[in-house]
């Protein structure tokens, strides 16, 4: 089974420009997050969509971030723009569609490393 | 809040030699805690989901265990190629969709 696709796996823009991240999540997941990893911390949730809607968005910092998941399948993740505090890994994830009481586990992408100079 | 506290923030053992890493939180209605493994340069991989006190799981040198406030990852007889970063995350229950709150992780390194 094909795991989580991200692309690209490094980038390194000056401040002030844009860059766009792409997800694929695995085929029949419902739900997929966006997730921001600075050296040193665990992933902090940016966005969760589930199918074409977002489900939370409260850390997203909306006047430089936006994210879109057309068709409930991939997902791009923008930043317009960027400042040296988004140089971190963005990581996707993608679980299988939230219902009753058990959470069901995300499974994780490779990562993009933004380096913002 | 969801909190989650995760110590030793690193921690070296020799080959074969057994710990135990400890994952604390606080959270409103637990409804998932999950350990992920992550290597240097690579995305968390997902190990294991316990999702009440006193469960417990195993996966070859791995053991995870659950309590009311915390949750104790085993590692038994390490291997070097066990050399990872560990995270604990917790998952809120309703209202808390199916956001993963995660601590800082703790840096296993086993050596020879």
């Known amino acids: 089974e094909a795991g989580v696709a991200q692309s690209p796996r490094y980038k390194i823009i000056e401040k002030r420009q844009s860059v766009a991240f792409w997800c694929n999540p695995i085929?029949?997941?419902?739900?997929l997050y966006w997730y921001q990893q600075i050296l040193g911390q665990g992933p902090k949730l940016l966005i969760q969509?589930?199918?074409?809607?977002?489900?939370?968005d409260s850390q997203l910092p909306k006047d430089r971030f936006s994210a879109e998941r057309l068709k409930g399948v991939d997902s791009t993740l923008k930043i317009q723009p960027a400042k040296l505090e988004d140089s971190a890994v963005y990581l996707c994830?993608?679980?299988?569609?939230?219902?009753?009481?058990?959470?069901?586990?995300?499974?994780f992408g490779p990562g993009t490393r933004l380096t913002v100079l | 809040e969801d909190q989650v506290t995760q110590s030793p923030e690193a921690l070296r053992l020799q080959e074969g030699e057994s710990s135990s890493l400890n994952c604390s939180y606080t959270v409103s209605g637990l409804r998932g805690l999950f350990w992920y493994r992550q290597d240097p340069g690579k995305g968390p991989e997902f190990l294991f989901t316990?999702?009440?006190a006193g469960e417990e799981k195993e996966k070859e040198r791995l053991k995870a265990t659950l309590t009311k406030k915390e949750s104790f990852l085993h590692i038994t007889a390490p291997k070097p190629e066990d050399s990872a970063t560990y995270l604990c995350?917790?998952?809120?229950?309703?209202?808390?969709?199916?956001?993963?709150?995660f601590g800082t992780g703790t840096q296993l390194k086993v050596e020879l």
């Open positions: 995350a917790v998952q809120q229950g309703a209202g808390g969709g199916n956001k993963l709150t």
């Open positions: 994830a993608s679980s299988l569609e939230s219902s009753g009481w058990r959470g069901y586990e995300q499974f």
């Open positions: 969509f589930q199918n074409n809607g977002v489900v939370d």
């Open positions: 316990l999702y009440s």
């Open positions: 085929s029949g997941h419902a739900t």
